[in-house]
């Protein structure tokens, strides 16, 4: 639907350019009009929208019946009307904002520190309109990043309203998912005395994020804004803006939350994460009806189903079952050479090593970009050359994968790097595991991320055995028993590639894993709190990646 409408889509330019042709135009109670007017039209257009509004307020307000539900989505609709109206009128310069301003005091120290600082913020209220403030320190640079827009014209248009109406002293960043450049430019900013603004009550698409407790219930919150801060050495300051009438916002400022620097980051960061969660629930808290987070937030957490619902669930599970035979039968057939794309932040031939990525059952290879895996890999060895390739099931029902990775990707690097290393997640871990058994002078090392490791009943046979270190394959013909046999010889022997393994406490394949455990050096082995997941695969490859993994030099 997004690319059908284009910018005539929801959140497509035409809309931004015809909501600022309205508040420009019309008088006051015009405004009002065109408010009400619109306000309803979503509301009775927007049906997914007004599903998410309810579930996450009844998060934070309880249940409540049909009418008081939708008095509260209209409600929540109506405000951010008028926080965009009052938006677009103020950066058209028709109207100023009368700012208030709690805790001006922790404000105006800040902006007299020459230490940076990052503002956390949320989708309450006009949270932009701090920029506007008179007091914002107008010598200072303030880096504002948002999420990226689906149409390019309509970020052109917010990009230079903001720059004419706050000054040159801001700059507006529009980011994709882990942004590694971004995040530099953000990091030199900070160092500098720099601001950088950022909404932290919800992950982008692909972003890392750490699972903090919101109302009592666990939810993905952004770690960007914690690990901006942590890596700069700044505080974070929690900001938020509430809408009190016309033309009149309350800016809060909150206590500044320092983050530690032990040695341990991951532990670091969950704390920081959870400071601003609880910032940001007390703000919700405050004012319901002006958090604008039209995602479910929550929709895993289900109410007990009725026996209606759960027949309901049992037709649906019926149909999914009768589509996935069809998918089945229409399976990706193997191609030569294997499709991959490819990413560095240098010329080729000044690259020393190469990393192959290996997805998922379910997954492209264009979502290691997505997801942040790229980036992680080049932001912390800058002299590499990714290959994300398209190893879908196909090549491992015809059990052609490893010919195909050594044949297309292995032998044309041959003697072009001095470390070849293969990242693999889920399904992508046993191809990755399995090149480093058959071919191991050719690899320097694997990097596993919840791989899948073989079916339950080997599992269970290697389990069963008491470990790897006892078992004996009961079928010599079993690839992946073959698999399995080989890594534990060089395991014995302490030969081959350099094998490290992360996967989630909570993943359906961590037995597994435990099993393989058993054979690798501690060290090289990581388990974090999660499931089987991006996020939690991000945090892993961080941590290998500070043990180690990726570079031959470290021991």
């Excluded at 109506?78 to 109206?85: E, H, T």
């Excluded at 995040?183 to 009550?201: H, P, S, Y």
């Excluded at 046979?461 to 046999?485: F, K, N, T």
């Amino acid at each position: 639907m997004k690319r059908l409408l284009g910018r005539f889509y929801v959140t497509g330019s035409f809309w931004y350019r015809f909501h600022l042709w309205g508040v420009s135009v019309l008088p006051n109670w015009g405004v009002r009009v065109f408010i009400t007017l619109f306000t309803t039209f979503f509301f009775v257009a927007l049906r997914r929208i007004r599903k998410a509004i309810a579930k996450n307020l009844e998060v934070v307000l309880g249940p409540c019946g049909w009418w008081e539900r939708q008095k509260r989505i209209y409600r929540t609709m109506w405000n951010l009307a008028w926080c965009l109206s009052e938006r677009y009128e103020r950066l058209s310069g028709r109207r100023e904002t009368c700012l208030t301003i709690t805790g001006e005091e922790i404000w105006r120290r800040k902006l007299a520190s020459p230490e940076g600082f990052v503002i956390a913020t949320a989708h309450i209220g006009a949270w932009e309109t701090a920029l506007f403030n008179p007091a914002a320190g107008k010598e200072r640079m303030i880096h504002v990043v948002r999420e990226e827009e689906m149409d390019e014209e309509g970020q052109d248009l917010m990009r230079r309203l903001v720059q004419n109406a706050a000054g040159e002293h801001v700059k507006m960043h529009f980011v994709r998912a882990d942004d590694a450049r971004l995040a530099g430019e953000l990091l030199i900013a900070l160092r500098k005395g720099g601001v950088v603004a950022v909404q932290g009550d919800r992950p982008r698409s692909g972003g890392r994020s750490v699972t903090a407790k919101l109302f009592d219930r666990e939810l993905e919150i952004p770690m960007g804004p914690a690990a901006l801060a942590r890596a700069a050495g700044v505080e974070i300051v929690p900001l938020f803006c509430f809408r009190r009438g016309r033309m009149d916002v309350e800016v809060v400022v909150r206590e500044p939350i320092r983050p530690s620097r032990s040695g341990d980051r991951a532990g670091d960061l969950e704390v920081v994460v959870q400071r601003l969660a609880t910032e940001i629930e007390w703000a919700i808290r405050r004012s319901p009806f002006q958090w604008f987070c039209f995602r479910d937030l929550w929709s895993g957490a289900r109410r007990p189903p009725s026996a209606r619902r759960r027949a309901r669930a049992a037709v649906v599970t019926i149909a999914l079952l009768s589509l996935l035979a069809g998918a089945c039968a229409a399976l990706r057939r193997p191609v030569a050479p294997m499709p991959m794309l490819s990413y560095s932040n240098t010329e080729p031939e000044r690259a020393d090593k190469l990393v192959v990525l290996l997805p998922g059952r379910r997954s492209r290879p264009e979502a290691f970009d997505r997801y942040g895996v790229v980036g992680t890999i080049l932001e912390a060895h800058p002299r590499t050359t990714v290959v994300a390739v398209d190893s879908h099931l196909g090549y491992y029902r015809a059990g052609t994968i490893r010919d195909r990775l050594r044949e297309d990707v292995l032998e044309p690097a041959r003697g072009r790097y001095s470390e070849v290393w293969l990242v693999g997640t889920s399904l992508g871990g046993i191809g990755a595991l399995s090149m480093a058994a058959k071919y191991p002078d050719e690899i320097t090392g694997a990097v596993l991320l919840a791989p899948y490791l073989g079916p339950k009943k080997l599992i269970d046979e290697i389990a069963a055995a008491g470990g790897a270190g006892a078992w004996q394959p009961s079928d010599d013909e079993d690839v992946l028993a073959d698999v399995w046999r080989r890594i534990r010889d060089q395991s014995e022997i302490g030969d081959g590639p350099r094998l490290y393994l992360g996967f989630g406490r909570e993943d359906r394949l961590a037995d597994a894993n435990r099993l393989l455990a058993e054979l690798l050096p501690q060290e090289w082995v990581v388990e974090l709190p999660g499931g089987h997941r991006w996020s939690v695969w991000i945090e892993l490859l961080d941590s290998l990646i500070d043990r180690g993994a990726l570079d031959a030099r470290l021991e």
